[in-house]
């Protein structure tokens, strides 16, 4: 069965400093994963996904993960806070089985970005 | 273009009454999923379709939920005889359904139902 297990459930950094949130995966397949975003009073929005390519994939505004088959992990990281990347984070775990993908979720990160 | 829409955005009902929540997804999208997201959770899997389809609803939490999609786009999530438990956001989303990158998934913005 598949699972995630995102470590942190509130992160807190101040502004201009890096950004680390970590997950762990269960996979008894070739897993896809992504990391979403929420904002608040908004939709999820796909940050970047990893489908068995570059284990190193870089998303949308600055944010990039590794995945690291040894460890299970696919943390998400990003050099530099900004105000703005203050929302909640879920990394979540696709089965790939030919063409279908249901999402496992894991329970989200806060970050939360001091001035 | 436009993305997935969901309507109504806010539902609130009283506890035996029935609803219909829907989802319009991305023209031209094959899969459509519904989730199920309680406050201070992530999102977690009720249901899915591949055009008309209902592929898997493994995740439906009772046979007081049901969905269709009866034409291949628009679909209908139904929660009859509605309890308090069943408050929650509910989202959907849609996904090409084919290949490598098909099955990345583009979610609405949600409906959020509230029982009293």
């Known amino acids: 069965a598949q699972s995630v297990t995102q470590l942190d459930s509130h992160v807190s950094v101040s502004e201009g400093t890096p950004v680390l949130l970590r997950c762990n995966y269960s996979?008894?397949?070739?897993?896809?994963l992504f990391w979403y975003v929420q904002h608040p009073n908004k939709g999820l929005q796909l940050l970047l996904k990893?489908?068995?390519?570059?284990?190193l994939v870089k998303g949308i505004n600055g944010f990039e993960a590794e995945f690291k088959k040894s460890e299970t992990s696919f943390h998400l990281t990003k050099p530099s806070a900004h105000m703005s990347d203050a929302a909640e984070y879920f990394c979540?775990?696709?089965?790939?089985?030919?063409?279908?993908?249901?999402?496992?979720f894991g329970k989200g990160t806060k970050l939360s970005v001091k001035p | 273009g436009a993305g997935v829409s969901q309507s109504p955005r806010y539902k609130v009902t009283k506890r035996g009454q029935d609803v219909a929540l829907r989802c319009d997804p991305i023209s031209g999208h094959v899969s459509l999923y519904w989730y199920r997201q309680a406050l201070g959770q992530g999102p977690e899997f009720l249901t899915y379709f591949n055009y008309e389809a209902q592929q898997d609803k493994s995740g439906l939490p009772n046979d007081r939920f049901s969905a269709e999609r009866p034409e291949g786009s628009i679909s209908t999530l139904t929660i009859q005889r509605t309890e308090q438990r069943d408050s929650a956001m509910y989202r959907c989303?849609?996904?090409?359904?084919?290949?490598?990158?098909?099955?990345?998934?583009?979610f609405g913005p949600g409906t959020r139902l509230t029982v009293t």
């Open positions: 989303a849609s996904s090409l359904g084919r290949g490598q990158g098909g099955y990345e998934q583009y």
């Open positions: 990893y489908t068995s390519a570059a284990t």
């Open positions: 979540v775990v696709s089965e790939v089985r030919g063409s279908q993908g249901n999402l496992i």
């Open positions: 996979s008894s397949y070739s897993p896809s």
